[in-house]
């Protein structure tokens, strides 16, 4: 025991030396920490870090505890948090220790400060102040503390106080300083890129520091903003190389080697950075291909270290544009991984397959046997990633094994991500390359059963869309429907209990849409085998509501079991269900109204639903006449209410603007007027606090409080619609699908073995048509579907349709650019474009949708006043040469032409097709127009484009399907875009499918980029307006900006050029100051304040939306740098 | 790197370092998780493991898991070699260092760590440069306070098996 001891001791070389006074306070932490071993149970050690905490709660609360008590305090606090009790009247403590205490102190401080708190906590706006004393004190190691505090925790907001010192310390003459600094603004970098917009020329001499620890963290910045625009960085594709090259010609300082291998985190991080900058662009690639062979030679040695590095460099060699030799060495090299006895190497060899295979799948099958035994490894990990390599090697030959072997994993794992994860990818295969129907049908049996109640919401939705749009053939989609009906039905007879309501739910439907297409099948059974269901207690009674919904649907004739039915029901607890139940008794009653409301076999995208309810205009009309009050949406009358419980020391002024004739049902909209938006009125507690500064007229506007805060406002238009990009995925880039017959020289022991390898890998094709460069296009799906438009209600409301709506029928002609063949605006359902419950059948869907129905104030721009810009520099930046674009602005349609729009830019084209778009800006969205223009002299069919962007949303689209296009003519394709949260810059990418031939499926990608500042529109307001609405905003942003002194008053010129570049609304110019409003579409609005201040713009931004300020000033900054 | 959990083989968590924000229920919650989850693992497996959308990489010393969790298209190589890499600052600055060397002074494995890795990247790489800036500190303490004492008896028995350097395996 002793000597245990002894060696203890020892080993501490704080307790002897250094760490003196902490003699004492390491004995308090010694002593609990020694306790808590000793005890035996959970709830003992409870007790006893009880006693210690309020033990502790007294010290810290006591005057007399001295810094280095409360030193040991701490510590023994973030003991205690470690174990998972809270600890949390401490954390006030630690700023404190972290403010006032010694250098000692200081750096337990900040550390239990790192521990304790959170980006977001708002003790952290405490340590502010001490972490500028700090960053200024001359002592290196609170320099060094503070600096690394900022890298760890810092609130967001507080970013701008401490930049100036994080910046200046770049240039200290401690590299270890420069290096903290250096990470302290990547970490600004990750959580606010906009403030830190100003320095990357200071980046780039990091990047150049003579010490290698700078340089190094330099690069972490670097990776980041490589990965998001490389395009921007390539001309440092040289300095890359350059660097790497000495590092492997180990020029740096031996104390970076590691195992012998010199500076292997740089070089991985060098090697990320290259592959970023290769991709796809054969010139910098060539740049680089002989410090990748360097690489990839020198990493010989059998080293976890040197195979890091040689993964690396594989990924980077398979991802940069390709070269043959390297190709070659890299599949070399994956071969060690793959073979290697050890089972972490053999891990990244399945990964770096994984990874491979996509652009060759042919490397596979040298390794197949090694697969084969990996899938049945013991280690989870391992067969997992053997699944999804297979997964990625999937074709229509392979994928009954392929599947039937990753259902048969599912069965056995329990484990909740994964299971969603790879139930997808089941799915997914099924779906593309499914050889029959039955196996189609079965394989999604399993899919519901595994995946269950887990499964993500699009997978039943995409199978029952499937189902109910089919192909173009209508027998083989009755043949698909048929026999999921027959299984279903067999399924149910069985054992029902344990199935997951998901499953349910798919299975009812499925029966309510399409039992009667099995003759031979008593309606009895089918209406006998649902009751049923319902009779389960293991139903949800979302689950009831479809099933209740499918009897519904199945056809009259068995009244009386329905009846049945409906009565018992009817006295159901649960209002929906008895509410569903008097329909079905109502409809089961009268067979007329049943085929009225469920035509039976009617093409379900041929249902109309009247989103306006317009049927019901003359009962609204009648009794508004009668007296009733107008409708007014929940939020309106919920603010009302807060008013009328507030005092109110206005006089009474006109009652609120809604008249009559507002509210007249022919144009139907909502008869109310938006109030400003909610974050107005919500940080209107929030007074003039900030406005001393300003020497504007804002210091003279009261707060008024009531009507006067009302501004007329437009709210977003449409309901807006999830991207369609569910529905359609792009196919996978897969081999082409060649039967070759398994390989015969393969040394095998194991006959199952051989068997299986050549079921899984058949199809990938050797030396068949596989190219590296070149990647043949992928079969088509086998269960296409049809890309179409949103299932959309009539419109509701705008203009246009009044105007022209007997248009409508002229569907799919090649002239559909022009105006007539467009229709309407067609506002998309809220819901996802499959709509998952079950709509209600009678009406008692009033109150709610005039709920949902957003109300559309149509007020003609008046935001686009008279200092609107026509046309706009592009900023999309595009790679294409502008092309025909004067003829294409001719084919804009007629009620589209007036608005101001871009050039138009040519987004992609292929021999058939090509493709250019437009951005025209309306007040309440951004239009994008693609153009899609036949270029062969044959007839183009079904083209259908798909347009997907996380950041956007879409409130409407139309064109976007033309069955027919002429020989050489243009077709226009309409989305309207929203922003609700404001990016700097969206992508958004697309494709469009076309068949030149019948049956052959061509599909075409395009991308491009969207800017925050097609996005903005210009806000029209009064200065005293301005001024209330200034005071009311609570996010503000603070920063110096360039000005423009090239001509006249450099102020006036520099607003004007922010006005061009982004459509602001100049309000006010007084002096030195200006003042400009805009708006994000026709919602949150962000005001600028500029002043000038010697030879810079002090710029101001407030806003409702805590991230628009940023955006906006992120693009004025552009703006200016770009002149 | 979005975090990083020292743990014993009785699933006693021994140092933890966060580099993204959670809030304190959801940290407890993915430490009891996975220290259940690593545990239950046998020897011969390897060191990777996918964990709802992460890569936990993890590796054994003694009696001590260390265990990182990373995004999907991290290195997981290079993970374990930080990991190691970790183990050796800690070997040098503590001297053959142990479990119990952790357990009773985390907080200078914390300062260790915080020079090593800072907001979840690597920082420093040279051994020698990140000794040198923790003693540097240190050595500002030992200029403050010069003496030393020490109570007899503080390992209890139960507490050998800790003591046992974490490089001997």
């Known amino acids: 025991m002793s000597d245990v001891v002894e060696k203890t001791l020892t080993a501490l070389p704080g307790l002897f030396d250094s760490q003196t006074g902490a003699a004492k306070i390491t004995n308090r932490l010694r002593q609990l920490v020694k306790s808590i071993t000793e005890l035996t149970s959970k709830h003992e050690e409870e007790n006893l870090i009880k006693q210690e905490l309020c033990a502790m709660k007294e010290q810290v609360s006591s005057p007399n505890t001295s810094m280095k008590q409360m030193r040991e305090i701490m510590v023994r606090a973030m003991y205690c948090e470690m174990l998972g009790y809270d600890a949390s009247f401490t954390y006030i403590h630690a700023i404190k220790l972290a403010q006032q205490g010694g250098v000692l102190e200081k750096r337990v401080g900040y550390l239990a400060v790192s521990l304790f708190l959170n980006e977001g906590h708002e003790l952290l706006l405490l340590l502010v102040n001490t972490v500028l004393k700090d960053l200024q004190s001359t002592n290196l190691i609170e320099a060094c503390m503070a600096l690394t505090v900022v890298a760890q925790v810092f609130p967001k907001d507080m970013i701008p106080a401490v930049l100036p010192l994080v910046e200046d310390k770049l240039s200290h003459p401690k590299e270890i300083i420069r290096r903290k600094a250096v990470l302290a603004l990547y970490k600004f970098y990750l959580i606010a890129p906009n403030q830190v917009q100003h320095i990357h020329g200071k980046f780039r001499k990091a990047l150049s520091d003579r010490d290698p620890g700078v340089m190094a963290s330099s690069l972490h910045i670097y990776l980041q903003l490589i990965r998001e625009s490389p395009d921007s960085y390539k001309d440092l594709t040289g300095s890359f190389v350059t660097i790497l090259k000495q590092v492997l010609g180990g020029k740096l300082p031996v104390d970076f080697n590691y195992h012998s291998v010199p500076a292997p985190w740089l070089q991985i991080q060098l090697l990320r950075i290259l592959s970023l900058l290769g991709k796809e662009d054969q010139s910098t690639s060539e740049l680089m291909y002989e410090v990748l062979d360097e690489s990839l030679r020198r990493a010989e040695m059998n080293h976890n270290i040197t195979y890091a590095i040689l993964y690396e460099c594989v990924k980077a060699v398979y991802t940069i544009h390709p070269k043959v030799e390297l190709l070659e060495k890299a599949a070399r090299c994956i071969g060690n991984f793959v073979l290697s006895p050890k089972i972490n190497l053999k891990y990244l060899g399945l990964k770096a397959l994984t990874y491979v295979v996509q652009h060759d799948a042919k490397l596979a099958l040298q390794h197949q046997m090694t697969i084969i035994e990996c899938l049945d490894h013991s280690d989870f990990t391992i067969k997992r990633e053997t699944l999804e390599l297979l997964f990625r090697i999937t074709n229509a030959q392979n994928v009954t094994v392929i599947v039937e072997k990753m259902l048969d994993f599912l069965r056995g794992c329990n484990d909740e991500h994964t299971i969603i994860h790879l139930v997808g990818k089941v799915s997914e295969l099924a779906e593309k390359f499914a050889p029959d129907n039955s196996w189609f049908i079965q394989t999604m049996n399993c899919v519901f059963s595994i995946g269950g109640d887990l499964l993500q919401q699009d997978v039943p939705n995409n199978f029952l869309r499937l189902l109910a749009e089919g192909s173009e053939s209508k027998e083989e989609d009755d043949q698909l429907r048929l026999y999921a009906v027959e299984s279903y039905l067999t399924v149910l007879k069985g054992h029902t209990s344990h199935l997951p309501q998901c499953f349910l739910q798919v299975m009812s439907w499925v029966l309510g849409e399409y039992a009667h297409l099995q003759g031979s099948v008593d309606r009895r059974e089918v209406i006998r085998l649902l009751t049923q269901l319902l009779d389960q207690r293991s139903v949800s009674s979302e689950t009831r509501v479809w099933i209740l919904s499918a009897l519904t649907k199945i056809p009259e004739g068995q009244t009386d079991l329905i009846l049945d039915l409906a009565e018992r029901l009817a006295s159901s607890q649960d209002t929906v269900l008895r509410q569903q139940a008097q329909e079905l008794q109502h409809l089961s009653q009268d067979s007329q109204l049943h085929e009225w409301v469920l035509p039976r076999g009617a093409p379900w995208d041929a249902i109309e639903v009247d989103s306006s309810?317009?049927?019901?205009?003359?009962?609204?009309?009648?009794?508004?006449?009668?007296?009733?009050?107008?409708?007014?949406?929940?939020?309106?009358?919920?603010?009302?209410?807060?008013?009328?419980?507030?005092?109110?020391?206005?006089?009474?002024?006109?009652?609120?603007?809604?008249?009559?004739?507002?509210?007249?049902?022919?144009?139907?909209?909502?008869?109310?007027?938006?109030?400003?938006?909610?974050?107005?009125?919500?940080?209107?507690?929030?007074?003039?606090?900030?406005?001393?500064?300003?020497?504007?007229?804002?210091?003279?506007?009261?707060?008024?409080?009531?009507?006067?805060?009302?501004?007329?406002?437009?709210?977003?238009?449409?309901?807006?619609?999830?991207?369609?990009?569910?529905?359609?995925?792009?196919?996978?880039?897969?081999?082409?699908?060649?039967?070759?017959?398994?390989?015969?020289?393969?040394?095998?022991?194991?006959?199952?073995?051989?068997?299986?390898?050549?079921?899984?890998?058949?199809?990938?094709?050797?030396?068949?048509?596989?190219?590296?460069?070149?990647?043949?296009?992928?079969?088509?799906?086998?269960?296409?579907?049809?890309?179409?438009?949103?299932?959309?209600?009539?419109?509701?409301?705008?203009?246009?349709?009044?105007?022209?709506?007997?248009?409508?029928?002229?569907?799919n002609t090649t002239d559909s650019f022009l105006y007539g063949s467009f229709l309407e605006e067609e506002p998309a359902t809220s819901k996802s474009a499959f709509d998952h419950t079950p709509k209600s059948t009678t009406a008692n869907g009033l109150s709610q949708n005039k709920d949902t129905k957003e109300d559309k104030h149509t007020n003609t721009s008046q935001i686009f006043g008279g200092d609107m810009v026509i046309v706009r520099p592009s900023t999309i930046q595009d790679k294409h040469p502008?092309?025909?674009?004067?003829?294409?602005?001719?084919?804009?349609?007629?009620?589209?032409?007036?608005?101001?729009?871009?050039?138009?830019?040519?987004?992609?084209?292929?021999?058939?097709?090509?493709?250019?778009?437009?951005?025209?800006?309306?007040?309440?969205?951004?239009?994008?127009?693609?153009?899609?223009?036949?270029?062969?002299?044959?007839?183009?069919?079904?083209?259908?484009?798909?347009?997907?962007?996380?950041?956007?949303?879409?409130?409407?689209?139309?064109?976007?399907?033309?069955?027919?296009?002429?020989?050489?003519?243009?077709?226009?394709?309409?989305?309207?875009?929203?922003?609700?949260?404001?990016?700097?810059?969206?992508?958004?990418?697309?494709?469009?499918?076309?068949?030149?031939?019948?049956?052959?499926?061509?599909?075409?990608?395009?991308?491009?980029?969207?800017?925050?500042?097609?996005?903005?529109?210009?806000?029209?307001?009064?200065?005293?307006?301005?001024?209330?609405?200034w005071l009311s905003l609570s996010h503000d942003v603070k920063q110096n900006l360039k000005l423009l002194t090239d001509a006249g008053d450099p102020l006036r010129t520099t607003l004007n050029a922010l006005k061009d570049a982004l459509q602001l609304h100049v309000v006010d110019i007084i002096g030195s100051e200006g003042i400009v409003a805009c708006r994000l579409l026709s919602s949150a609005p962000c005001l600028l304040h500029c002043r000038v201040s010697g030879a810079a713009l002090v710029m101001w931004l407030r806003s409702p939306h805590p991230a628009l300020p940023d955006c906006i000033l992120y693009h004025c900054q552009r703006a200016l740098a770009h002149r | 790197m979005q975090f990083m959990l020292l743990f014993s083989r009785q699933g006693k968590l021994r140092l933890q370092k966060w580099y993204v924000p959670l809030c304190d229920k959801e940290k407890k919650k993915i430490t009891r998780e996975l220290v259940q989850t690593v545990l239950a693992r046998k020897p011969k497996m390897c060191s990777f493991l996918e964990w709802r959308d992460l890569k936990i990489v993890y590796k054994r010393y003694a009696s001590l898991y260390f265990c990182c969790a990373i995004e999907d298209q991290d290195n997981e190589l290079i993970t374990l070699e930080i990991i190691h890499r970790y183990v050796e600052l800690l070997d040098k600055y503590f001297g053959s260092v142990c479990e119990l060397d952790i357990i009773f002074n985390f907080e200078k494995a914390y300062f260790i760590l915080d020079e090593f890795l800072l907001g979840g990247e690597a920082q420093e790489t040279s051994k020698k440069n990140v000794l040198k800036a923790i003693e540097q500190a240190d050595l500002l303490q030992e200029n403050l306070d010069f003496q030393i004492c020490l109570l007899p008896g503080v390992l209890s028995p139960n507490m050998s098996a800790e003591s046992s350097g974490l490089f001997q395996s």
């Open chain 1, 613 to 811: 309810l317009s049927f019901l205009d003359g009962f609204v009309s009648e009794a508004l006449a009668a007296g009733a009050a107008p409708y007014k949406p929940p939020h309106q009358r919920q603010e009302e209410l807060c008013e009328d419980r507030a005092l109110n020391l206005e006089p009474y002024s006109f009652s609120l603007p809604v008249s009559l004739s507002s509210c007249s049902i022919t144009d139907r909209q909502s008869p109310t007027l938006l109030s400003v938006s909610s974050g107005l009125s919500g940080n209107s507690t929030e007074l003039s606090q900030k406005a001393g500064s300003s020497t504007l007229i804002l210091e003279g506007v009261k707060r008024v409080w009531g009507k006067d805060g009302y501004l007329p406002q437009k709210e977003a238009t449409a309901p807006l619609v999830d991207e369609p990009s569910a529905a359609v995925q792009p196919p996978v880039q897969q081999e082409a699908a060649e039967r070759t017959e398994p390989r015969p020289e393969l040394s095998t022991r194991n006959q199952d073995k051989q068997q299986l390898a050549s079921s899984l890998f058949v199809g990938l094709g050797v030396g068949s048509s596989v190219s590296l460069l070149g990647k043949s296009e992928a079969p088509p799906p086998r269960f296409r579907k049809k890309p179409r438009p949103h299932e959309s209600s009539s419109s509701s409301g705008t203009s246009e349709k009044s105007s022209d709506s007997s248009c409508r029928s002229s569907h």
């Open chain 1, 882 to 1029: 502008p092309s025909e674009s004067s003829d294409l602005t001719a084919l804009l349609p007629a009620d589209l032409k007036d608005l101001p729009h871009s050039d138009v830019i040519s987004l992609t084209s292929d021999p058939s097709l090509s493709l250019s778009s437009c951005r025209l800006f309306r007040d309440e969205a951004l239009l994008l127009l693609i153009f899609i223009s036949n270029c062969t002299e044959t007839v183009i069919k079904d083209i259908a484009v798909q347009l997907t962007c996380e950041e956007l949303k879409t409130a409407s689209l139309r064109g976007n399907i033309v069955d027919c296009l002429e020989a050489r003519s243009t077709s226009v394709c309409h989305y309207a875009l929203l922003m609700d949260d404001p990016h700097t810059n969206v992508s958004f990418t697309g494709t469009v499918s076309y068949q030149t031939q019948p049956g052959h499926t061509n599909t075409l990608p395009f991308s491009g980029t969207l800017s925050t500042a097609d996005f903005i529109r210009p806000l029209v307001l009064t200065t005293e307006e301005y001024g209330k609405l």
